[in-house]
């Protein structure tokens, strides 16, 4: 078994401008006091019409969110208190960068309150409304992908933030992840390398996902393939999705070669149906798929699959989160923890 690995790299990116948004900032640009926001935000009954859609609009404007501890603590004191988002923690694969960060955090005796999304839209953005109110120490995210109000807030805010498994060039405030992208382009020439040709995708419907599989597809047409299909399954993928997605696959693209899966639950999935149907795994169909959990190598066969070092990932940002609260200087932004492709049985040629 090789690990074929891809460059880590880390890139700077100047400390964010954007100052605290505050009660006396939407005042201004409502062309009304400071009382009058508050009297607005809470008893609205007692404000004109006109005057609470000015606040309500202003608000909107600037993402400004109320400090729910406004009344018992002090603006410059620490609720050694950090938030995370997570899409689910019913799946295992962010499991290692939590513990990772819970740990981190706790040495210097911060705790951790966890939110999950679910992988619904919109969710995120009620979480930050409770979150950011609550003014923690710092806020993790999973991801980039972030409506334009919920991202607005979080700029405004003014509190810590790190974007986590993915990464961009122009992150909120500091960001720890790995390119999605390459990631599908990595595991299209890997199995390219292996002399599998027809290639198919079973991907959950999330954002990330979805990316994976677009940059995989697009390496494919790069190599003069023939246009991968893929069949799509609930996020987050479970063995059963798994097992649905390659039985649909075998209906309608029979001669497939190579499967990539978005998670190694669905390639579990996969598997255990493609013994259910007598298709050869890795004789008839190379698979790969995506985390490396801890049962991967211990399936028959050992199941390929792309790493991601989940533990340097929540490492990284619990000590972003850590020294911007205590002030410290931040040479480096985004930080790009690479992956690794593992080859096992399940992709041997």
Same mark, same amino acid.
């Given at each position: ?188 020439? +890997? ?7 027809? +290639? ?150």
């Amino acid at each position: 078994m090789a690990d074929i690995k891809f460059t880590l790299k880390s890139s700077s990116r100047s400390a964010r401008a954007a100052p605290t948004v505050t009660a006396h900032d939407v005042a201004r640009v409502a062309g009304v006091s400071a009382i009058t926001v508050s009297r607005a935000l809470n008893t609205p009954h007692q404000v004109a019409a006109e005057t609470l859609l000015r606040v309500q609009a202003a608000i909107a404007q600037t993402g400004y969110v109320p400090n729910l501890l406004a009344k018992s603590l002090n603006a410059n004191t620490s609720t050694r208190l950090v938030a995370a988002v997570v899409p689910t923690i019913s799946g295992p694969i962010f499991a290692a960068s939590m513990q990772a960060l819970t740990k981190a955090l706790a040495a210097e005796r911060y705790q951790l309150m966890l939110g999950q999304t679910f992988y619904e839209a919109g969710r995120e953005d009620d979480l930050l409304d409770a979150i950011i109110g609550r003014r923690p120490d710092g806020i993790v995210l999973t991801g980039v992908m972030h409506s334009v109000l919920g991202r607005r807030r979080l700029q405004a805010a003014g509190i810590p933030v790190v974007e986590t498994w993915d990464l961009t060039d122009d992150p909120i405030d500091m960001v720890v992840g790995f390119s999605h992208e390459k990631v599908g382009a990595a595991v299209c020439e +890997f199995l390219h390398q292996k002399g599998r040709r027809r +290639f198919a995708v079973i991907a959950a419907r999330d954002v990330r996902a979805e990316r994976r599989t677009a940059a995989f597809q697009a390496h494919a047409r790069s190599l003069g393939l023939p246009e991968v299909p893929v069949v799509f399954a609930d996020a987050p993928g479970t063995l059963a999705g798994g097992r649905a997605c390659f039985s649909t696959l075998m209906t309608l693209h029979p001669d497939t070669d190579a499967v990539f899966c978005s998670s190694d639950m669905l390639a579990l999935g996969a598997i255990t149906e493609a013994q259910a149907l007598s298709v050869s795994i890795p004789g008839r169909i190379a698979m790969v798929g995506f985390g490396d959990l801890d049962f991967a190598r211990s399936l028959h066969p050992a199941l390929s699959s792309v790493r991601v070092d989940g533990d340097a990932i929540g490492g990284q940002a619990a000590r972003f989160i850590i020294d911007a609260a205590q002030g410290k200087p931040i040479a480096e932004r985004v930080v790009d923890v690479g992956f690794s492709v593992v080859d096992r049985d399940s992709s041997a040629c």
